[in-house]
């Protein structure tokens, strides 16, 4: 079973409100990757890294950043969150040799008024 | 980037065997084909990967004929639990640039 982690599960914030998502994993791997998806919609690619200090955008244009300090630990920060910004956040990772095989987190459902 | 087409959304019964089909006409030769699952409030999961001919695991077989222009996942015996949105990928399995698309994928709803 995979062992990728993300916090808050759930979070409901006011407009303007700086956030960070968490997201951490404990198998080694050096690519993680955060999606976006709205319900029932397709997943998005918002933002990747390739191991520490490593940080690229994905193909889906998006307000938020990320870091890579560590290894396991990929978080996503928002620092004005709207309400367009309402959405499901999936946080990935994978080997670097082998990027089809992703292990998903649960997700950060956000909902912003 | 190689693009993939599903159909939007299959129904089944119970008890039946289902086979999703995944075109992917511009298939590089590097490209491995990779099917996900999704249940509703949750991240994709893995379910299997290929490259050519005909991969089995114990959740599902995935057939993909010679000229690698499409694929299909073939889940046996399905059950109300298999009830899930089912994306198609193809991407590039070595250590290179890769970035993968998921697409609309397929919704499988399985029927009493």
């Known amino acids: 079973e995979a062992d990728i982690y993300q916090t808050p599960r759930y979070l409901v914030i006011g407009t303007g409100k700086k956030i960070t998502l968490e997201c951490s994993q404990t198998?080694?791997?050096?690519?993680m990757y955060w999606y976006q998806q709205d319900p029932g919609m397709e997943l998005h690619l918002i933002h990747y890294?390739?191991?520490?200090?490593?940080?690229e955008k994905g193909d889906l244009s998006s307000e938020s950043t990320v870091s890579r300090i560590r290894t396991e630990h990929f978080p996503l920060t928002l620092e004005s969150a709207r309400p367009s910004h309402t959405s499901q956040y999936l946080c990935?990772?994978?080997?670097?040799?082998?990027?089809?095989?992703?292990?998903f987190g649960p997700g950060t459902r956000l909902l912003v008024l | 980037l190689a693009k993939t087409t599903q159909p939007i959304s299959m129904d089944s019964y119970e008890g039946q065997e289902v086979n999703i089909t995944c075109s992917h006409n511009?298939?590089?030769?590097?490209?491995?084909i990779t099917w996900y699952q999704q249940f509703p409030s949750q991240g994709p999961r893995f379910i299997i990967q290929?490259?050519?001919t005909k991969v089995t695991n114990e959740v599902a077989s995935l057939f993909i004929p010679a000229d690698r222009k499409s694929s299909t996942l073939s889940l046996p015996r399905v059950s109300l639990s298999d009830t899930a949105v089912y994306y198609c990928?193809?991407?590039?399995?070595?250590?290179?640039?890769?970035?993968?698309?998921f697409g609309a994928g397929t919704r499988l709803a399985v029927h009493p």
């Open positions: 990935a990772s994978s080997e670097i040799k082998d990027q089809e095989t992703q292990y």
């Open positions: 198998m080694g791997h050096d690519k």
């Open positions: 290929g490259y050519k």
């Open positions: 890294s390739y191991g520490v200090n490593s940080t």
């Open positions: 511009n298939i590089a030769t590097n490209d491995y």
């Open positions: 990928l193809v991407g590039e399995g070595s250590g290179g640039y890769n970035k993968l698309i």
